[in-house]
């Protein structure tokens, strides 16, 4: 799925969650999925496993400095992602983005049923999108939005709007993006399952969770009230990690194959700045004045892991060259969507 290590937090030390606080539902649909596991003796891995989360595309470290993973789901699934076609582009039309020309952290994930899905970040903000034809890595394009079906992906509109700062500015607006309210909560049903994996009692969580001095209050034999609280964060817990974080974080089941990523391309910002795009003047004067290098020996030479990588030249031409096949499932169809170009 990717290359992100993943462990578990400390459930007595509120601070190794932190960073979630500023996750987006994508992340947090990750959190709970990956502990969906249960082996043989109650022990969960902290990994998704094949066929549990078959909406999960790609999951892998933040840009160099971010503390948070990056999840990325399908767009049949996720509706809060907004999905495009493009186009090849003049450089001089004014409604052209040239996503490999910007100086953001970007990543792009493609599948082998052709889909690109996109994560564009600059450590506060997060944009997320998918293109379902076309190469969004091949120069200048005009993108194609695609209206959801129904009444599903309104939150992809806010995407949309995102995606038309980006072109206008050549980064995301300035400012943290605005967690989603109920995320102390969700740090809550996190902790509590966490605690219990990991042996503890209702009463250790309660503990954990709102300190001692309010535990010795609300425990006694006189009230109920923190006792519930926490068999009801519990319950919870148990629900998302079987499956409930698809209702919780509204993604959607669509009885597709897991998706098999054929390519993971990242900018030079994403891979740390500086050293990257040095790296990439320099590998492009060698490579100038001696034998083509695969990109792999390339990305090797960096010190990034590999992961199916092909030269980006080959990208186009493996585009242009393979027949889109059919998907199974929901798909968005030529005369049925409305869409504006952006």
């Not at 970007?106 to 997060?126: F, K, P």
């Not at 425990?219 to 519990?234: A, E, H, K, N, T």
């Not at 919870?236 to 409930?244: K, P, S």
Request: include cysteine.
């Amino acid at each position: 799925m990717g290359d992100v290590q993943a462990c578990a937090p400390d459930w007595r030390d509120a601070h190794t969650y932190q960073p979630l606080l500023g996750a987006d539902r994508s992340v947090w649909a990750w959190e709970f999925a990956r502990r969906g596991f249960e082996q043989a003796g109650g022990a969960a891995p902290l990994a998704p496993q094949a066929g549990r989360a078959p909406e999960l595309c790609f999951v892998g470290e933040g840009p160099r400095g971010d503390p948070l993973p990056i999840a990325l789901w399908r767009w049949q699934s996720d509706g809060s992602a907004p999905v495009f076609s493009v186009e090849p582009a003049s450089v001089r039309d004014p409604a052209a983005i040239d996503l490999r020309g910007l100086d953001v952290a970007t990543l792009v994930v493609r599948t082998a049923d052709g889909d690109q899905h996109v994560l564009v970040s600059d450590g506060a903000r997060r944009l997320r999108f998918s293109v379902v034809r076309g190469d969004v890595l091949a120069g200048p394009s005009t993108f194609r939005f695609h209206l959801p079906a129904l009444a599903l992906g309104v939150g992809s509109l806010e995407g949309l709007r995102q995606l038309v700062g980006l072109r206008d500015n050549g980064r995301l607006e300035s400012g943290r993006a605005q967690a989603p309210a109920k995320a102390p909560r969700w740090l809550q049903i996190l902790r509590a399952h966490d605690a219990r994996r990991d042996g503890a009692s209702h009463r250790d969580i309660a503990v954990s969770l709102f300190g001692e001095a309010r535990v010795r209050e609300d425990w006694g034999p006189g009230s109920d009230y923190m006792r519930m609280r926490v068999q009801r964060l519990v319950r919870a817990a148990e629900q998302a990690v079987a499956g409930g974080y698809r209702a919780l974080f509204g993604l959607r089941r669509t009885g597709l194959e897991p998706p098999r990523v054929v390519e993971v391309w990242r900018s030079p910002r994403w891979l740390g700045g500086l050293l990257p795009v040095l790296l990439c003047v320099v590998t492009f004067l060698g490579t100038s004045f001696s034998p083509p290098q695969s990109w792999r020996d390339l990305r090797q030479v960096s010190g990034t892991p590999c992961q199916t990588s092909v030269e980006p030249s080959q990208i186009l031409a493996t585009t242009a060259s393979a027949p889109r096949k059919s998907r199974s499932g929901p798909a968005l169809q030529d005369g049925a969507d409305s869409s504006v170009t952006s």
